[in-house]
């Protein structure tokens, strides 16, 4: 397993949830990182980036309430969502890409409840 997302849950309206994605390789971590969520009947989309020098990008529904970070010595990425809303449920995947490869963790489930 090259990434492995670990953290989603069931959380109510208004609550937080830190999901955290753990790189079977360290430079990985150094590479630009992403997370992304697909909902029931919908397309994957991007929901935060952060890129080799660090600098972070959001999807806009989500800006001002998601954070991206990461830790490059312990090989983690991690996303810390407040303010949580039902419009958030859905599986949300970390990604990387290295050359012409992808990789994707297997996904962490998120559900709000209203």
Known sequence: VQLQASGGGLVQAGGSLRLSCAASRPFFTRNTMAWYRQAPGQQ???????SSGGSTNYG??????????????????????NHLEPEDTAVYYCHTAVGLSEYWGQGTLVTVSS
């Open 44 to 50: 994957r989309e991007l929901v935060a980036r952060i």
């Open 60 to 81: 806009d529904s989500v800006k001002g309430r998601f954070t991206i970070s990461r830790d490059i010595a312990r090989k983690m990425v991690y996303l810390q969502m």
